[in-house]
């Protein structure tokens, strides 16, 4: 079994970073001396190994076949941007739909004091009316909000 | 300069341009790692595979790791998978030389060959010797890579370099001579007597 000292400083000398008293070490050391001579001669053959360069087709090869993949991942990253505001929008409702019927309720009672009941409750329908389209259209235009917040964010980063 | 974290941060919002960027600064390490590890056969194939898997796993990417060590341990599951599958031509170990092929000249170079070395040693030591010696990446890199323990990258370096030097020593017989010899010994192990000489 090789003592640990022997084998950190072949290790060093392995990885190209000898320490100060390694030479010492050596010097004295018959089993690392004859490591070292190896240890050289692995050294130089590790050094001068030149991997070959990748050939110049491979990177246009590889880019275009991500294309795809990166393409999925905008729209995954687009459905989720969107089904992040969608459920951002959709947590005050209950609140504004509560308040709503509220409004509603105490026109109605300010109304039917001074006109007929029927006639109060086609005024106070009339203004749910409005306030259902202007909410409905409020929601539709959420999606196409996300979007567009999400292509001028997507452009500001990568141009 | 943006960082190869922020680069996969945008490759996650599917981003071509960063891609390429990341791309353009890994493609030689990692060709090269490959090259080293397979020894060579179906590289540019597991390069393209990586590269998809990056993609797809990209959303996944944990920004508290380093790109390069995330890069690297994608490659080396590619690789090991590759290996699995049988080799177009069977190799008899017995046949691996470890000094250099002649070149186009003829010529025999006096050194030993990397290449067969490394194709020499088990794969897990191989990994390890490649991370460490040709990637200059630390113990503690390596030993993510591999998901192994620290204390297993170093006793695979010390078991792959002792057989490293076995077959550097028996590969030439003039290097068996030497060993064999200490006063050769200590004269190849001092430059300065080599130099003087």
Not at chain 1, 84 to 95: C, F, G, M
Not at chain 2, 10 to 32: K, T
Not at chain 2, 74 to 79: F, M, V, Y
Request: glycine share 4%.
């Amino acid at each position: 079994m090789t003592p640990p000292v022997c084998d950190d400083v072949r290790m060093r000398r392995l990885l190209g970073h000898p320490a100060a008293g390694d030479d010492a070490h050596v010097a004295t050391c018959d089993a690392c001396a004859v490591a070292t001579a190896a240890l050289g001669h692995l050294w130089a053959a590790f050094a001068a190994d030149r991997p070959p360069i990748p050939p110049p087709a491979l990177a246009p090869r590889v880019l275009a076949a991500a294309r795809p993949l990166l393409a999925a991942r905008r729209r995954h990253a687009a459905r989720r941007a969107l089904a992040a505001a969608v459920a951002v929008a959709l947590l005050p409702l209950p609140l504004i739909v509560f308040v709503d019927v509220w409004v509603l309720q105490m026109i109605y009672g300010t109304l039917t004091r001074f006109f007929p009941a029927t006639l109060s409750f086609y005024l106070v329908v009339n203004y749910a009316a409005v306030l259902a389209l202007l909410g409905a259209l409020t929601y539709g235009a959420i999606p196409l909000l996300a979007e567009r917040q999400a292509r001028g964010r997507y452009e500001a980063l990568h141009g | 300069m943006a960082s190869d974290e922020e680069l996969i941060a945008a490759v996650a919002a599917g981003a071509d341009e960063a891609l390429a960027v990341l791309y353009g600064r890994w493609e030689r390490p990692l060709h090269a790692f490959l090259t080293r590890y397979t020894g060579g056969r179906d590289v540019d194939d597991l390069v393209q595979e990586t590269w998809l898997r990056i993609v797809r796993a990209a959303g996944r990417f944990d920004p508290a790791r380093r790109f390069s060590t995330w890069l690297f341990q994608i490659a080396l599951n590619l690789a090991r998978d590759w290996r699995r599958r049988p080799p177009a031509e069977p190799v008899d170990p017995a046949d691996t030389h470890l000094m250099a092929a002649p070149d186009a000249s003829g010529r025999v170079d006096a050194g030993l060959d990397a290449a067969r070395l490394l194709a020499a040693l088990p794969e897990a030591q191989r990994a390890v010797v490649i991370l460490r010696h040709f990637h200059d990446l630390g113990e503690d890199d390596v030993a993510a890579i591999l998901a192994i323990p620290r204390g297993t990258v170093k006793s695979r370096l010390h078991h792959a370099m002792a057989r490293l030097v076995t077959l550097a020593t028996d590969a030439d017989p003039a290097r068996r001579r030497e060993a064999s010899d200490p006063a050769r010994r200590r004269e190849a192990s001092d430059p300065a007597r080599r130099r003087d000489r």
